[in-house]
């Protein structure tokens, strides 16, 4: 939330959020367990960790949040 509230990126709602995980989902970078409810639902990474620091280094934002 602070790196966000500090680059000025407003917070998504739960409809939103609900929106990306499953394109993240579909693209085989999460796992959404099941559930009726979306705000239930378990999301696991699919992908090494290490993977994604890596390819977010390329990208300043990302290389700074992870500092």
């Given at each position: 939330m602070d790196v966000c509230k500090s680059s000025l990126i407003p917070p998504v709602g739960s409809l939103e959020l609900a929106t990306?995980?499953?394109?993240?989902?579909?693209?085989?970078?999460?796992?959404?367990?099941?559930?009726?409810?979306d705000k239930s639902k378990r999301v696991t990474l699919r992908v090494d960790e290490a993977d994604i620091t890596f390819a977010l280094q390329g990208i300043r934002f990302f290389r700074n949040c992870l500092q």
């Open positions: 990306i995980c499953r394109v993240l989902n579909d693209q085989g970078l999460l796992k959404l367990g099941q559930s009726r409810e």
